[in-house]
C-alpha cells in the first residue's frame, strides 16, 4: 500500500509541474476590465479555431492536469 501511495504522490507532484509550466505558457487575456464598457472586439478566424491552435492544446492540457491534479490531491488525502 506504501508503494502505491508513492507512485501516486509522484504522479501528483508530475501534475503539479505541468499545470504551472502550461499556465505560465498561455498568452494573458489584453480584454481586462474593457470588456465591462461593451466594446468587445469582433471574432477573428485565431478566436474560433482556437481549438485547434497551440492556444487551444495549452487550455485543453491545463484542464486535464487541474482535473487530475484535484482528483489525486482528494485520493492521497484520503488515509487509507
Known sequence: M???RYILMSI???CGIVLIA???LQEGKSAGLGS???MSSAET???KNKGRSKEGLLQKITTIAAVAFF???IVLAINF
Open 36 to 38: 465591462l464598457g461593451g
Open 45 to 47: 478566424y485565431w478566436e
Open 2 to 4: 506504501e508503494v502505491l
Open 71 to 73: 482528483v489525486l490531491g
Open 12 to 14: 501528483f507532484i508530475i
Open 22 to 24: 502550461t499556465i505560465m
